[in-house]
């Protein structure tokens, strides 16, 4: 697989897994005391025709891009970006006119931008690669990439989301149970009669981290039918990935269903037919002897790889701590991280650890700032009372501790659906009534007489 002539396509963190050099956009907001409320664009009466059409095309591209960011592994082979990205930019530099306002939640993800920068112009390891990556991913897509969505309602985000997610469950489901190939950017693991599962993500953990926080998308979906069909295909995605990461779901999972869901007692029915067809096809017609042998050994196998798939992790954690007082203030960079990581962890690994990793690749001042970013996100999400969502950004900060450090559009597109959310709710807040509106009458009438005496004297 090539990427551009000279330039390595392997992602920095991690030399197993291919990555997406995303590519640079930007967007953003009004300039007003009181924004105007974001409008999903549609013909609007007295607007121009070249306006309008505007419009409709941003849409269509934030849309388009929307649907196809969980969905990394669509790409060229050749090239070393995603679909997703093709769209997407063009969909925030539509909507450039919101970059005119500046949010608090964007500004710590802007100032830890010149920290992470130099710690790869100062990494000896370095390339061009990494720098535009950080570039676009750090200086324009986290804090401004919202930009594309902010003309689009909830309700719509979540039915695209959920579209593409359940998309690649079944996807999943087929490669787990032997019925789809695996594509050729992906990377799958064979076990015993069955593969892990990477649906149209590159790999079976990725796809666990990018269905984490889709539960808190289903309350979103009224048709009880269809709603009890995509928790199929994300439970089903789920298991055929036999990560262990899984368990990240779970809280997310409880809050959707039992918070959320209005109809419990259907939603069980189905679960449990569902569950039981499930097992007839993995079974693919055996005796039921047959099918708990099956079924053990697969758990068999995935659990006589935990301890050991933990003991890696707990080292690598331990030697990226242990070169954390090298990160005070700048970072390794990313090929820095790797080049540390595999002379000094003995495993040929990176830190699985998102957090982690970013301290090593960016410091420990420009991780308290991203960190920071994360934080303000969540609170203002909550103090506007958009609790499902605030709870849907925690579940995705959740998943992505599991993870390495990717440069790849889909693992940060939460943070731009909540930012959206944030803004959204800003401008459909109530305008600040004026001051003299808000004097008790008396009061007023009593400092309009006064006013009128003193003129008259």
Not at 17 to 22: E, G, M, Q, R, S
């Amino acid at each position: 697989m090539r990427g551009i002539p000279g330039l390595p396509l392997w992602h920095p963190t991690s030399r197993a897994v291919p990555f997406v050099a995303d590519t640079i956009a930007k967007t953003p907001t009004v300039g007003s005391a009181r924004p105007d409320p974001p409008r999903v664009a549609h013909a609007i009466p007295g607007l121009s025709p070249q306006l309008n059409s505007t419009l409709q095309i941003q849409s269509f591209c934030a849309q388009a891009a929307l649907f196809l960011l969980p969905l990394p592994a669509i790409k060229y082979t050749e090239t070393s970006l995603t679909l997703a990205d093709v769209f997407l930019i063009p969909a925030i530099l539509l909507n450039f006119g919101h970059a005119l306002k500046l949010h608090a939640f964007q500004i710590p993800f802007l100032l830890a931008l010149p920290l992470n920068l130099l710690s790869h112009m100062l990494d000896p390891d370095g390339t061009l690669i990494p720098m535009l990556q950080i570039i676009y991913l750090w200086g324009f897509l986290v804090p401004f990439g919202w930009c594309a969505f902010v003309n689009l309602p909830q309700q719509r985000i979540a039915y695209l989301l959920l579209t593409a997610s359940g998309l690649s469950c079944l996807v999943a489901i087929g490669q787990f149970t032997g019925y789809m190939p695996t594509l050729p950017t992906q990377r799958i693991i064979d076990l015993k009669d069955s593969s892990r599962a990477a649906g149209l993500v590159l790999q079976c953990n990725s796809l666990t981290m990018a269905l984490t926080p889709c539960f808190l998308l289903l309350p979103y979906v009224r048709q009880a039918a269809l709603r009890i069909l995509l928790l199929l295909l994300l439970l089903g995605g789920i298991a055929s990935t036999v990560s262990k990461s899984a368990i990240m779901a779970v809280p997310g999972l409880l809050f959707y269903f039992f918070w959320r869901e209005p109809e419990k007692g259907r939603v069980l029915r189905w679960l449990s037919v569902a569950s039981i067809l499930g097992l007839l096809v993995f079974n693919r017609g055996a005796s039921l002897s047959e099918l708990v042998d099956k079924l053990d050994a697969v758990v068999e196998f995935r659990l006589s790889n935990a301890e050991t798939s933990f003991d890696d992790r707990a080292h690598l954690a331990r030697v990226a701590l242990e070169h954390s007082d090298e990160c005070k203030f700048l970072g390794f960079g990313s090929e820095g991280t790797y080049t540390v990581m595999t002379s000094r962890g003995g495993t040929g690994q990176t830190v699985h650890v998102f957090y982690l990793g970013l301290m090593l690749i960016e410091g420990w001042a420009a991780l308290g700032l991203t960190m920071l970013g994360f934080l303000v996100l969540f609170v203002s999400l909550w103090t506007l009372r958009k609790y499902n969502d605030a709870i849907f950004l925690g579940a995705h900060l959740s998943a992505i501790s599991v993870t390495t450090v990717l440069y790849l559009s889909y693992q940060y597109y939460p943070f731009l659906i909540a930012a959206a959310a944030i803004v959204r709710a800003r401008a459909e807040l109530p305008a600040p009534r004026p001051l003299e509106m808000t004097i008790n009458p008396r009061l007023r009438i009593a400092k309009a007489a006064r006013r009128v005496e003193s003129s008259a004297t």
